[in-house]
Structures are given as structure tokens and as C-alpha cells.
């Protein structure tokens, strides 16, 4: 492989430079700086209102962000159409799934692929998908709006899935589900990472999941990045593992930490 090449391939798959978006007069993300290497699965962690979604929105073109830039596979996508975004190999699993209820799971399906004109690969991606949810396959002719919490979260995947994307972005897959569900969601995006090589940008409250799923992690506080590292040595530390763990005795200071000031830096 020539240098050039090399480099190409090192280039991250996503990367989001100094990006800042707002509602109005709330501030939601401030400065948020990530990337996403090629084949990888990244995790943004934060609590509620921490900017997650925003985040997420702000990537795939929702949202307009006021300042900064988004780049896919090397090129712009600032505040592009968000069907310019799916069609460039961008997927986005919306909070709360959004499934069409009254579509059928077949057809929800297909509105995954409608930015395709390859027919028949579109069909045997639909194999694909009821191969990793077999469940979709027995509930393909059903309304989507009968499915399950955990049902519509396997089809919302599914539907991202679709489209062949390059990267798909995942908004707390864990939401509403039972720990069994979750587990169970989870081993699948990592399949469909391993299997496909899709790259995945998960954003999650659920850091366990999370940090065992995903390769490299950011942890988000008020609209800021304040921590990076891989999921490996995210999970060794101590701060990660009192506040996002629930692990209150971890750390040789133990109870002293406890009373400390919540403190990133
Ligand atoms: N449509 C909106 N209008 C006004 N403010 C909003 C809107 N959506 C989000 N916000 C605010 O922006 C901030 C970030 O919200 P965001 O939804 O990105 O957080 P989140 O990390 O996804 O939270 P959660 O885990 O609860 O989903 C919060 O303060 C939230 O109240
Ligand atoms: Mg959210």
C-alpha cells in the first residue's frame, strides 16, 4: 500500500471539530471536539440533558450548529440535508426509535432503503436483518406500532441498517428496556460491527453497556466533552466508576472520594 493510501485509511470516519449548537438561547453542546476511527465503536457518555442528542442531531444535518464543522470520511457535512447525509452513508437511530406505527415491519423496512435503487441488494439486506432480529421476519406483515419497546428498538436498528450505511449513530439503544433486552441489543451491534464492519457512534446513560461494548469513549457534562480515552482505561477509572458504574467503594480512597466535589480534571 502506497503512503497516500495509508493515510487515507487513518483518516477518522467521522470527526466533529470544535462544534457548538443551541435551542435558542440554551447553549445544548459547547466545543465538542470527537472522532470516530474506521471499523470502531465510540460512545459519548452523559446524563440526562448533557447534550447527547444533540450531539447526534447535530451530525446527521437535524440541527444546524452555530459554530464548528462535521466531517464524513474526510469531506463537510456542516449543516447539510439530512437525506444529502443518508445518501453519503450516514444512518441515525433516533431516541425513542420512531418507527412508523402505522407502516407495517416490512415496510418500515424498505423506508430504511429509500435512498437505494439496488433492488436486489435491498432484498438480501432484509435477509440480513430478520437473520440478526428473526423475530422482524415473523412480525414482517404487522403493524409496526404492535411491537414491543425492544421490538421497535431491533427495527429502528434494522431500518438504519438498510440504508448500507458506513457509520451509524445510536441514541440510548438501552432506553425503556428490560437489563435482559439491553444485553441482548447490545451483542448484536457489536455483531453487526464485527460482521459488516459498519462503523458506530453509540450515545448512552447505560455506561456499563456502553464501555463494554465500545472501543474509545468521551464522557459529556453540560454540553462538554471533559474526559476521552479507550472504553479500556475509561473503565478503570475511578470517577467513571463511582458515577457511571454505581461502583461506591472503588478506588483506594473509597470513602473520602465520596465526599469530594464531583471533579473530571
Ligand atoms: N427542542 C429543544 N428545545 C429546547 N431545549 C432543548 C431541546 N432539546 C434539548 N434541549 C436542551 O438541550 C440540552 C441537551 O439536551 P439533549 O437532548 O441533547 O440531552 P441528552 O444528553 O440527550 O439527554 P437524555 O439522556 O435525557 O436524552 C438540555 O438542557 C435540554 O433541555
Ligand atoms: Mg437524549
Not at 94 to 115: H, I, K, Q, W
Not at 206 to 235: K, Q
Not at 242 to 257: I, T
Request: charged share 30%; aromatic share 6%.
Amino acid at each position: 500500500m502506497s503512503q497516500d493510501a495509508a493515510a487515507v485509511n487513518d483518516e477518522p470516519l467521522l470527526v466533529l471539530a470544535n462544534v457548538e449548537s443551541a435551542y435558542g438561547p440554551i447553549r445544548a453542546i459547547r466545543g465538542v471536539s470527537l472522532k470516530v476511527q474506521r471499523g470502531q465503536i465510540a460512545t459519548v457518555l452523559g446524563s440526562n440533558g448533557a447534550g447527547k442528542t444533540t450531539i447526534l442531531k447535530t451530525i446527521s444535518g437535524i440541527i444546524d450548529p452555530r459554530k464548528g464543522q462535521v466531517l464524513f470520511q474526510g469531506q463537510d457535512i456542516t449543516a447539510r440535508d439530512p437525506a444529502e447525509i443518508v445518501r453519503r452513508g450516514l444512518s441515525h437511530v433516533p431516541e425513542g426509535r420512531e418507527v412508523f406505527p402505522l407502516l407495517s415491519v416490512r415496510d418500515n423496512l424498505l423506508m430504511g432503503a429509500y435512498t437505494r435503487s439496488d433492488r436486489d441488494a435491498v432484498a438480501s439486506d432484509m435477509e440480513t436483518v430478520f437473520a440478526y432480529f428473526p423475530i422482524l421476519r415473523e412480525r414482517a406483515g404487522q403493524d409496526a406500532g404492535l411491537l414491543s419497546g425492544g421490538q421497535q428498538q431491533m427495527l429502528a436498528i434494522s431500518r438504519a441498517l438498510m440504508a448500507r450505511p458506513e457509520l451509524i449513530l445510536l441514541d440510548e439503544p438501552s432506553l425503556g428496556l428490560s437489563p435482559k433486552l439491553t444485553k441482548e441489543i447490545f451483542e448484536i451491534v457489536v455483531r453487526i460491527n464485527r460482521e459488516r464492519g459498519t462503523t458506530i457512534l453509540l450515545v448512552e446513560q447505560n455506561a456499563n453497556m456502553a464501555l463494554n461494548a465500545a472501543d474509545y469513549g468521551y464522557v459529556l457534562e453540560n454540553g462538554r466533552i471533559v474526559m476521552e480515552d479507550s472504553c479500556e482505561r475509561l473503565r478503570e477509572k475511578d470517577d467513571i466508576r463511582e458515577f457511571y458504574l454505581g461502583m461506591k467503594d472503588a478506588g483506594v480512597r473509597g470513602e473520602r472520594r465520596w465526599k469530594k466535589k464531583k471533579n473530571w480534571r
